[in-house]
């Protein structure tokens, strides 16, 4: 079965650092593209970041130069480093499995974290 | 502001036919497929329908998409109390930056 379960989220002050980690099971990660999307309270998803299969990342323009997303294949559980945080990226964090098909063009989000909290505040 | 366009709201009643829109560019819906994520009050959204119009296993054949040009729908028949969500077009997005673009979000009320 697949899972995914985010942690890291909490409150943190304008300006700080903080990291979100992904575990998942059933699946292996390295093996999948990967998204991050967020949602702020009480308005819709946005994506934020994804790392390919074969490594390349790319981020939301929102977010770039900021966030750093990454993977630890040993531990089959993707991250996202947020920095310089601001009160615009309070949200909640969902990790999600991309199904990434270039033969059909077919390209959805299959599974979803269950999300985290982030809440940058002072 | 988001980069696919969907009505704040819809309602219907049980038993009703209704349908929730979603418009976007050549870049998006236009040059990529449509899908659609419903979000069940305090929990993760969950993948509706994909491709356009195909349902994942699971997915009651009432839910249906459909795409036209740079606009696709969603429609669900044989309304239900259960169906009351936050629905959420989305789709791939060809532009310079763009990776997956959703809508802003339709609240579907059951009356």
């Known amino acids: 079965e697949v899972q995914l379960v985010e942690s890291g989220g909490g409150l943190i002050q304008p300006g700080g650092s903080l990291r979100l980690s992904c575990a998942a099971s059933?699946?292996?990660?390295?093996?999948?593209?990967m998204s991050w999307v967020r949602q702020a309270p009480g308005k819709g998803l946005e994506w934020v970041s994804v790392?390919?299969?074969?490594?390349?990342?790319y981020y939301a323009d929102s977010v770039k130069g900021r966030f750093t997303i990454s993977r630890d294949n040993s531990k089959n559980t993707l991250y996202l480093q947020m920095n310089s945080l601001r009160a615009e990226d309070t949200a909640v964090y969902y990790c999600?499995?991309?199904?990434?098909?270039?033969?059909?063009?077919?390209?959805?989000?299959?599974?979803w974290g269950q999300g985290t909290l982030v809440t940058v505040s002072s | 502001q988001s980069v696919l366009t969907q009505p704040p709201s819809a309602s219907g009643t049980p038993g009703q036919r209704v349908t929730i829109s979603c418009s976007g560019s050549?870049?998006?819906?236009?040059?990529?497929?449509v899908n659609w994520y419903q979000q069940l009050p305090g929990t993760a959204p969950k993948l509706l329908i994909y491709?356009?119009?195909q349902r994942p296993s699971g997915v009651p054949d009432r839910f249906s998409g459909s795409k036209s040009g740079t606009s696709a729908s969603l429609a669900i028949s044989g309304l239900q109390s259960e169906d009351e969500a936050d629905y959420y077009c989305?789709?791939?997005?060809?532009?310079?930056?763009?990776?997956?673009?959703f809508g802003g979000g339709t609240k579907l009320t059951v009356l």
């Open positions: 050549s870049s998006n819906i236009g040059s990529n497929t």
């Open positions: 999600a499995r991309e199904f990434h098909d270039i033969l059909t063009g077919w390209y959805y989000f299959d599974y």
């Open positions: 790392i390919y299969s074969g490594g390349s990342t």
């Open positions: 989305a789709a791939w997005d060809d532009s310079l930056n763009g990776h997956v673009v």
């Open positions: 059933g699946f292996t990660v390295s093996s999948n593209y």
């Open positions: 491709s356009n119009n």
